[in-house]
T-cell receptor, first 115, second 117 residues
Framework: KQEVTQIPAALSVPEGENLVLNCSFT??????LQWFRQDPGKGLTSLLL?????REQTSGRLNASLDKSSGRSTLYIAASQPGDSATYLCAVRPSHGGSQGNLIFGKGTKLSVKP | EAGVAQSPRYKIIEKRQSVAFWCNPI?????LYWYQQILGQGPKLLIQ????????DSQLPKDRFSAERLKGVDSTLKIQPAKLEDSAVYLC???????????????FGQGTRLTVV
């Protein structure tokens, strides 16, 4: 059974710091991995999607990497800003032959960026 | 392009009452998902539709939860009767497809926060 773990559960950093959020998954048979952001009381905003054949994806100050064989992904945030404060969720989509499973989520990392 | 629309945003009901949530996915998205997110947890899939057919409802508590997507576009999720442990955020998401080779990036709505008292 696929399990997704995110460490740390919460992180507080001063503005301007570069930071890394970690995601690990137990089964390497995935089709893709997606990082989301969730603001309090809101839905999920898709940040980056990495296909299983890719090693990384970049969008602005965000860079996500994927090491499928070791079951790990990281989300790197450069020059953090108070507006980056949110919960970051990692989700994997298992691969089952010709079809795909549904997104399996970690519990998230709650990020707080202090001015 | 318009995102995934959900209503209502908030709902408070007493236990044993019934409630319904509505979702309109992104235009052209064949796959629609309903997730339940309990406070402090990641979202958990309840049901997945491909057009108007159910693909996966293995984690849907069928004795009290039901969902439909009759015309393959918008969808409703119903709980009857509600229990205290159903208090959660109910998220709807959609994607173009869900098969190998298709774009499976999922986009989520704002969610409905349900409180059962």
């Amino acid at each position: 059974k696929q399990e997704v773990t995110q460490i740390p559960a919460a992180l507080s950093v001063p503005e301007g710091e570069n930071l890394v959020l970690n995601c690990s998954f137990t089964d390497s048979a995935i089709y893709n991995l997606q990082w989301f952001r969730q603001d309090p009381g809101k839905g999920l905003t898709s940040l980056l999607l990495i296909q299983s054949s890719q090693r990384e994806q970049t969008s602005g100050r965000l860079n996500a990497s994927l090491d499928k064989s070791s079951g790990r992904s990281t989300l790197y945030i450069a020059a953090s800003q108070p507006g980056d404060s949110a919960t970051y969720l990692c989700a994997v989509r298992p691969s089952h032959g010709g079809s795909q499973g549904n997104l399996i989520f970690g519990k998230g990392t709650k990020l707080s960026v202090k001015p | 392009e318009a995102g995934v629309a959900q209503s209502p945003r908030y709902k408070i009901i007493e236990k044993r009452q019934s409630v319904a949530f509505w979702c309109n996915p992104i235009s052209g998205h064949a796959t629609l998902y309903w997730y339940q997110q309990i406070l402090g947890q990641g979202p958990k899939l309840l049901i997945q539709f491909q057009n108007n057919g159910v693909v996966d409802d293995s984690q849907l508590p069928k004795d009290r939860f039901s969902a439909e997507r009759l015309k393959g576009v918008d969808s409703t999720l119903k709980i009857q009767p509600a229990k205290l442990e159903d208090s959660a955020v109910y998220l709807c998401a959609s994607s173009l497809g869900a098969h190998i080779g298709m774009n499976t990036e999922a986009f989520f709505g704002q969610g409905t926060r349900l409180t059962v008292v």
